[in-house]
């Protein structure tokens, strides 16, 4: 299958409301480009100097997602290029990025990411860690981050029952949010969940981005 082929059947299995972002990390301009002429816009990379490098040379109607663990030293380098940060899992981190689009007259959707897989080498926040961060006046004062939903990924598994037992977790999660801290907040409204492997089990739980690479790109 060809890169349009790819990104073809997977719109056509995917409702209408949810966000398809290819994730092109490691795969290079000439891919990004067939996908683009598809009618792709939005991207998604994990490392800072890739991204930059992108960014640079592709088209500026890109809407450029970071999906990775991003670290504080390099914020303010992605900052003036991203649409959506998906994976905050500290308040250092979202200060971080508050202060830095401060300084670019940005405001930048973020999301919270959540540890919902077994593994324990996955980054992201408990629901207690979250509402402490949610809690806090300096959080509710920053002006410079919009606080869009949460993000999160599933245990590695052919088990979609344990897939989707997570999925449901993280919907739940968002649900116990929105009403807790975001009731009249509109913009709280991204569950960031599904890959390749799993995209068709996080749309059933709720998922509104879902985040696909190898099924568009072949293998890394
Ligand atoms: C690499 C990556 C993806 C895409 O993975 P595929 O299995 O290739 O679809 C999605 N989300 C995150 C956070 C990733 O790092």
């Known amino acids: 299958m060809t890169i349009r082929g790819n990104l073809q059947s997977i719109r056509r299995q995917l409702p209408e409301r949810i966000k398809l972002v290819a994730v092109s990390k490691t795969k290079s301009i000439d891919q990004i480009k067939e996908a683009y002429q598809t009618g792709q816009r939005m991207f998604g990379e994990n490392r800072v100097q890739e991204l930059l490098k992108k960014w640079q040379e592709l ?3 890109i809407e450029w997602h970071y999906i990775g663990h991003l670290q504080i030293n390099k914020v303010k380098q992605v ?3 991203v649409s959506l ?8 981190l979202l200060s971080a990025i508050n202060k830095e689009a401060e300084k670019c007259h940005r405001i930048i959707p973020v999301l919270l990411e959540f540890h919902i897989a077994a593994e324990e080498s996955k ?5 207690e860690s979250a509402e402490e961060i949610l809690s806090m006046p300096e959080t509710a004062a920053m002006k410079n981050v919009s606080i869009n939903g949460v993000m999160g990924m599933a245990t590695y598994t052919i088990d ?7 999925f449901e977790h993280l919907s ?7 009403k807790k801290y975001f009731p009249n907040a509109g913009h709280f409204c991204e569950i960031s969940m599904g890959m390749s492997d799993d995209y068709p089990v996080a749309v059933l739980a709720g998922s509104t981005i879902v985040r696909v690479g190898s099924k568009i790109f072949g293998a890394r």
């Open 59 to 61: 088209p500026k109607d």
């Open 79 to 81: 900052v003036s290029v």
């Open 85 to 92: 940060i998906h994976g905050v899992d500290s308040f250092r």
């Open 123 to 127: 980054f992201g926040l408990t629901i």
């Open 160 to 166: 979609n029952e344990v897939i989707r037992t997570e």
């Open 172 to 178: 739940e999660i968002f649900h116990l949010l929105k």
